[in-house]
């Protein structure tokens, strides 16, 4: 990982459900990790699992989920917040898991690998620890949609790249891409007008956070949303899962579902 990365934070790339600005980020989240639940069962590894949403998330789908994020700032916050499920947390790293070899029914890794220098690393570590067969739901942006400078992304991948990165040990079954629709939209801007508000009040918790008595709600309340938007539009070879189907390249994210060789 690179240095001063801390997923689940403030000042990294995690999605943190109690700070209005990420909302957006929040929901794109959730919606994966919905999807992902279609897939998962017995032991799944979340594999950087940064504040917890998503591995009680899984656990709500039926997973026995263990989930393991680098920040041990982030871990503290999953365990307080997103216990639902008994999801199982851990400080670690995920290029080196130190589990014993097929151990594992499934794995989730959304936003990781781009922030691995040894990505190819990462994915045989994956493989090492996945039973023959078991599916890997893994996600990363799309490079030709991403704005800004990304300090803490070692590597980008367009999507064939990504699944090449993959294909010496796991199958694609099904790729997906992501889109933030207009309800997430709504949702940022009516977030940036409680975020003004805060602000002009002078918030001693900073201007952007939800207020502490607040917070439990709130992780609680999102974690529940079923929005079914940001869409996931799916496509397995070249049928269409969906009746609406991008341009796949058009994506904000790219999630495959591969199965282990």
């Known amino acids: 990982m690179p240095a001063g990365y801390a997923p689940g934070t403030s000042s990294g790339e995690g999605a943190l459900p109690h700070y209005l600005s990420k909302y957006s980020r929040f929901l794109t989240h959730v919606a994966r990790y919905e ?147 207009r309800r997430t939209q709504r949702l940022e801007q009516a977030a940036g007008l409680v975020s003004r508000l805060m602000r002009g009040l002078g918030r001693p918790m900073g201007p952007d956070r939800v207020p502490p008595v607040l917070e439990r709600k709130v992780a609680i309340g999102l974690v529940g949303l079923l929005s079914g938007d940001p869409g996931l539009h799916c496509v397995r070879g070249e049928v269409a899962v969906r009746r609406e189907i991008r341009r796949m390249e058009d994506a904000h994210f790219f999630v495959i579902v591969a199965g282990r060789r």
């Open 35 to 181: 999807f992902a639940g279609r897939f998962v069962s017995g032991l799944c590894l979340d594999a950087g699992c940064g504040t917890g949403y998503g591995a009680a998330l899984l656990a709500r789908a039926g997973a026995r989920v263990c989930a393991i994020g680098i920040s041990p700032h982030a871990i503290q916050y999953a365990t307080r917040y997103f216990s639902q499920g008994h999801p199982h947390y851990l400080v670690g790293d995920v290029a080196r898991l130190g589990f014993q070899g097929l151990c594992l029914d499934a794995v989730v890794a959304f936003e990781v690998i781009e922030h691995v220098s040894d990505y190819t690393g990462f994915v045989a570590e994956l493989a090492r620890v996945c039973h023959v067969g078991a599916p890997l739901v893994i996600s990363r942006p799309n490079r030709l949609k991403s704005q800004g400078n990304h300090p803490f992304r070692v590597v980008e991948f367009s999507l064939d790249e990504f699944r090449n990165a993959l294909e010496p040990y796991f199958e694609t079954v099904l790729v997906a891409g992501q889109f933030v629709g």
